[in-house]
């Protein structure tokens, strides 16, 4: 546990989170605990020129200053200067750095801010937080980012409500203008409104515009609706012309929107539909219906989902023995493998005020989108990890069961996007913690090993028996 921020020397508090869209949203949980808990804190925003307009309205933040590297100001050794300077003169006493990189953390020390909090697995930057940082544990394949970012405020006393909600507020006439938009391409009175988020930025892949065209078609078959699209980049006009050029009917395109007229339009939406990106969080901080895609095998809803917000996951985990580079691959197995008819009767049940919301429920499901669980059993173990198994898919969770003397091991963890495996036979412990750490070369997070024979009946749900075993990384 890290030492304690001297609460009684901080009044100016910088919140350092320059870069994602969605990162930037999912810090605002925090921000607001922060203000609650101390509320004589005067909270400045370090952030950029593109998602400070998105938190401007937040009632917990008092200030909001746009990095200078994004804003287009550093374009030398002396521009770096004169930001270190105007850091200075801010007088700010604690920086938390929820974007824990070396871009930012060192002008805030330079600048003279005498208490940080940040992440210590970042080696170049643990003599600045190695008395108040936390080690965040990001194999921890269970925990959300809402919660990784809560571990970071354990320096100061505070911990996550499970019940905590986003909530941005819409910034005012955003709600007209978008209203007036929708009204001009055709939107009519009285049908749901479905809205999509048709590509995706850094760090995640689409799914195919022909699959949200055979979506929508599908849809319209079960209920009359208007859709609309809000192209901006190149990338995104491209997929909505072949989206267009597969769909039954007429759509809503608005493109070229502002963030914030982007807000609008989600904020009418009955449903919004989107792969994880920062139009999907914004729907989420706004409270709209999410139909939650996850096509990919790195992104996954335990990390990324509708934070305690209305939602329903599609996500189909297939075999794969191809390395994941998400927004670089070039094949569509994921987007493929993505049921129409589960995303149809998704949406129906969100628009029947049906969806997900509280803590636990939320958790079960991401739990059961996510997780993947090889059982390793020998002839003693066979009977009970039948058993296991059997209850495993009772319960939704995706299982492969095989003798541990079986080869390619390595294989198999690819190929299934293994994320527990659970030695019931507890033989070749060292061979199987080997793979494990080897397999992160291509699974990004290695595998949590449990070497223990777990039996059907116990007090405890098993999503939260496995969610313990990566809390303490190996059982």
Not at 233 to 250: C, I, Y
Not at 272 to 285: A, I, K, N, R, Y
Request: glycine share 6%; aromatic share 10%; net charge positive.
């Amino acid at each position: 546990m890290p030492r304690l921020v001297p609460i009684q020397r901080i009044q100016r508090v910088l919140i350092v989170r320059p870069d994602a869209i969605g990162d930037m949203v999912l810090t605002v949980p925090c921000i607001r605990a922060i203000k609650a808990a101390y509320p004589h804190w005067h909270i400045t925003v370090l952030a950029s020129p593109y998602n400070s307009r998105i938190v401007r309205h937040i009632p917990e933040i008092d200030d909001i200053l746009l990095d200078w590297k994004r804003n287009g100001k550093i374009n030398s050794f002396w521009d770096k200067l004169h930001f270190i300077r105007y850091l200075r003169s801010r007088k700010f006493d604690l920086a938390i750095h929820f974007y824990s990189e070396t871009e930012t953390v060192w002008p805030c020390v330079f600048a003279g801010i005498p208490y940080h909090i940040g992440d210590t697995a970042k080696i170049g930057l643990w003599p600045v937080f190695r008395k108040y940082g936390t080690f965040l544990k990001t194999f921890d394949q269970t925990k959300h980012v809402v919660e990784y970012n809560f571990q970071l405020l354990r320096a100061l006393g505070i911990s996550l409500d499970p019940e905590s909600k986003i909530d941005i507020p819409l910034p005012p006439g955003e709600s007209e203008r978008a209203e007036l938009l929708l009204t001009q391409e055709g939107r009519r009175a009285g049908v749901p409104l479905i809205g999509i988020q048709i590509g995706v930025g850094y760090g995640n892949r689409p799914i195919e515009p022909e699959k949200y065209a055979e979506y929508i078609n599908a849809l319209r078959q079960k209920t009359d609706l208007d859709v609309w699209v809000s192209p901006y980049s190149e990338k995104e006009k491209v997929f909505t012309a072949r989206f267009l050029s597969h769909l039954n009917g007429p759509a809503l395109v608005i493109p070229d929107t502002p963030i914030t007229t982007l807000m609008g339009l989600i904020s009418h939406s009955d449903v919004f539909v989107s792969v994880d990106t920062g139009p999907f969080h914004l729907g989420v901080g706004l409270g709209v219906p999410m139909l939650a895609i996850f096509p990919s095998r790195k992104v996954k809803p335990t990390r990324w989902a509708p934070w305690r917000n209305r939602h329903f996951v599609v996500r189909e985990s297939q075999t794969c023995s191809y390395f994941c580079p998400h927004e670089g691959c070039v094949r569509t197995i994921c987007s493929d493998n993505i049921r129409v008819t589960d995303m149809v009767d998704k949406t129906l049940a969100l628009l029947d005020g049906k969806g997900v919301q509280s803590a636990s429920d939320q958790f079960n499901l991401w739990f059961r989108a996510s997780m993947s669980v090889l059982l390793l059993e020998d002839t003693q173990s066979t009977y009970l990890a039948s058993q296991f198994e059997h209850e495993l898919k009772t319960q939704g969770i995706r299982v492969i069961r095989r003798d541990v003397l079986a080869p390619n091991l390595f294989e198999a963890l690819v190929e299934n996007d293994v994320t527990i495996i659970h030695n019931f036979s507890r033989k070749r412990r060292f061979y199987v913690a080997l793979r494990a750490r080897l397999v992160s070369l291509k699974l990004f997070n290695p595998p949590v090993v449990i070497n223990q024979i777990w039996t059907v009946k116990h007090p405890d749900s098993i999503p939260n028996r496995y969610r313990r075993a990566f809390e303490e990384k190996h059982v």
